[in-house]
């Protein structure tokens, strides 16, 4: 009886090899080592308000262009997006951007982005700014 759960063991450990699965690093020539594995999320990227602050400096520099901001409320406003730049900056700082500080980006991206959206409808207007 020993004798056979011996050989039964042996069968089982020598078999186990066939069935592993293939290291990521292992490819094949036709397939590259890089596309074995699929990259994974970077854990601090903040794609979603990086666009919102190239949105709103867009949004910014057209206002200056049509006059509808005035040299004060550009400077504000460029205040505001600078603070957001240096708080997604500091969040970033230790690698990785939790949720909560996910919520407090996107909060402040929105009060800047109605903020924006006052000034450049507000009755304060200046000449436009001349074409180059």
Same mark, same amino acid.
């Given at each position: !009886?020993?004798?056979?759960?011996?050989?039964?063991?042996?069968?089982?450990? %020598?078999?186990?090899?066939?069935?592993? /699965?293939?290291? *990521?690093? %292992?490819?094949?020539?036709?397939?590259?080592?890089?596309?074995?594995?699929? *990259?994974?999320?970077?854990?601090?990227?903040?794609? &979603?308000?990086? +666009?919102? !602050?190239?949105? @709103? @400096?867009?949004?910014?520099?057209? &206002?200056?262009? $049509? &006059? /509808?901001?005035?040299? +004060?409320?550009?400077?504000?406003?460029?205040?505001?997006?600078? +603070?957001?730049?240096?708080?997604?900056?500091?969040?970033?700082?230790? &690698?990785?951007?939790?949720?909560?500080?996910?919520?407090?980006?996107?909060?402040?991206?929105?009060?800047?982005?109605?903020?924006?959206?006052?000034?450049?409808?507000?009755?304060?207007?200046? %000449?436009? %700014? *001349? $074409? +180059?």
């Amino acid at each position: !009886m020993k004798f056979q759960h011996l050989v039964t063991a042996l069968i089982l450990t %020598a078999t186990a090899g066939a069935f592993a /699965q293939v290291p *990521a690093q %292992a490819a094949t020539p036709a397939q590259p080592a890089a596309a074995a594995v699929p *990259a994974a999320k970077d854990p601090a990227a903040t794609p &979603g308000i990086d +666009k919102r !602050m190239a949105n @709103q @400096q867009k949004r910014i520099d057209q &206002g200056v262009a $049509s &006059g /509808q901001l005035t040299p +004060k409320e550009t400077a504000r406003l460029e205040k505001r997006e600078a +603070k957001l730049a240096a708080d997604t900056a500091k969040a970033k700082s230790d &690698g990785v951007v939790t949720t909560a500080e996910r919520k407090r980006l996107h909060r402040e991206a929105n009060r800047d982005s109605r903020a924006i959206a006052k000034k450049k409808h507000n009755k304060q207007t200046v %000449a436009p %700014a *001349a $074409s +180059k």
